[in-house]
């Protein structure tokens, strides 16, 4: 197997962005990961998508996107996985490119969620669950998260201040990063102000509606050195599943996939959790990422 690089990346700004349609969007960060990289073609596109096939009713996106890109002698994969889309075509990408199948490849992740009215937004997150059994209920995504933080405070005894921490430490980390959709400092105090969405959670604690569009180069390793000096290593990147249904988890509170993941990705890159100094977590919610932090180690 061989080791893989990063030597490109591209991002749009992060926001309600009315001009720009999502083809647009997966273009702009496609070609400034290329521009960044030094290349102007790839053995593969990887596109990351979840919900354009109910939003904009565009199927077929990752021959659009190729296409829109120019690329003639190209193939294109289109991965959806819910939240994880993105994710799941960066590790694809990374095997193909591991394996040896391909030498280079683009991944993009983009969505595009502002041109729908926000009841569209929920019922479209919706579809990601099972339709007979969850969906059905009239539950949204808000409301399963709700669950989980509700569970979580009394079972722990944790004040509510406690987990809005985490929205306060998102915004200021946003508040330096010029692509994020909201830069403004917040505290406690506002998040717990802020109109409730789903009991106990508040506005400030979940995702907002957003369009957005990231991209990435891969290469092996070997061949990384040709285009710049600072790139960046991949290594490992591991995946894992869980229950679907939080009804049927041995314990609601742990992402089990995220734990177990995240063990064969520490295994693979002969690192641990005392090694990392920089975490990103899936945080559709605060105690959505809580949980993560937690079962990450």
């Given at each position: 197997?061989?080791?893989?690089?990063?030597?490109?990346?591209?991002?749009?700004?992060?926001?309600?962005?009315w001009?720009?349609?999502?083809?647009?969007?997966?273009?702009?960060?496609?070609?400034?990961?290329?521009?960044?990289?030094?290349?102007?073609?790839?053995?593969?596109?990887?596109?990351?998508?979840?919900?354009?096939?109910?939003l904009q009713?565009?199927?077929?996106?990752?021959?659009?996107?190729?296409?829109?890109?120019?690329?003639?002698?190209?193939?294109?994969?289109?991965v959806?996985?819910?939240?994880a889309s993105?994710?799941?075509?960066?590790?694809?990408?990374f095997?193909?490119?591991r394996?040896?199948?391909?030498?280079?490849?683009?991944v993009?992740?983009?969505?595009?969620?502002s041109?729908s009215k926000?009841?569209?937004?929920?019922?479209?997150?919706?579809?990601?669950e099972?339709?007979?059994?969850?969906?059905?209920?009239?539950?949204?995504?808000?409301?399963?998260?709700?669950?989980?933080?509700?569970?979580y405070?009394e079972?722990?005894?944790?004040?509510?201040?406690d987990?809005?921490?985490f929205?306060?430490?998102?915004?200021?980390?946003?508040?330096?990063?010029?692509?994020?959709q909201?830069?403004n400092?917040?505290?406690?105090?506002?998040v717990?102000?802020?109109?409730?969405?789903?009991?106990?959670?508040?506005?400030?604690?979940?995702?907002?509606?957003?369009?957005?569009?990231?991209?990435?180069?891969?290469?092996?390793?070997?061949?990384?050195?040709?285009?710049?000096?600072?790139f960046?290593?991949?290594?490992?990147?591991?995946?894992?599943?869980?229950k679907?249904?939080?009804?049927?988890?041995d314990?609601?509170?742990?992402?089990?996939?995220?734990?177990?993941?995240?063990?064969?990705?520490?295994?693979?890159?002969?690192?641990?959790?005392k090694?990392?100094?920089?975490?990103?977590?899936?945080?559709?919610?605060?105690?959505?990422?809580?949980?993560?932090l937690?079962?990450?180690?």
């Amino acid at each position: 197997m061989r080791r893989v690089a990063i030597i490109g990346v591209g991002c749009t700004s992060v926001g309600e962005i009315w001009d720009k349609s999502l083809k647009d969007l997966a273009v702009e960060a496609s070609l400034k990961a290329l521009d960044d990289a030094g290349i102007e073609n790839v053995d593969r596109v990887y596109i990351g998508n979840a919900l354009s096939p109910i939003l904009q009713y565009q199927t077929n996106l990752a021959s659009i996107i190729i296409d829109s890109l120019g690329f003639n002698n190209s193939s294109s994969i289109l991965v959806e996985a819910a939240d994880a889309s993105g994710g799941l075509a960066f590790h694809e990408a990374f095997k193909a490119v591991r394996s040896g199948l391909i030498d280079y490849a683009l991944v993009v992740g983009v969505e595009k969620m502002s041109d729908s009215k926000p009841s569209e937004v929920a019922s479209a997150l919706m579809s990601f669950e099972d339709q007979d059994y969850v969906a059905f209920t009239g539950v949204t995504q808000a409301g399963l998260h709700a669950l989980l933080l509700r569970i979580y405070m009394e079972k722990f005894n944790v004040k509510h201040e406690d987990i809005a921490l985490f929205a306060v430490n998102a915004h200021k980390n946003a508040s330096k990063n010029p692509y994020a959709q909201f830069k403004n400092i917040i505290g406690v105090e506002d998040v717990l102000k802020s109109p409730l969405i789903a009991d106990p959670l508040r506005l400030l604690e979940y995702v907002g509606i957003s369009d957005g569009a990231a991209a990435v180069v891969l290469c092996p390793l070997e061949e990384a050195e040709k285009f710049r000096s600072n790139f960046v290593e991949i290594l490992a990147s591991a995946t894992a599943v869980d229950k679907l249904f939080l009804t049927e988890r041995d314990d609601i509170l742990t992402f089990n996939s995220t734990r177990i993941a995240a063990e064969k990705a520490f295994k693979e890159a002969k690192v641990s959790p005392k090694d990392i100094d920089v975490v990103e977590v899936h945080d559709s919610s605060t105690i959505a990422g809580i949980i993560s932090l937690e079962d990450l180690g």
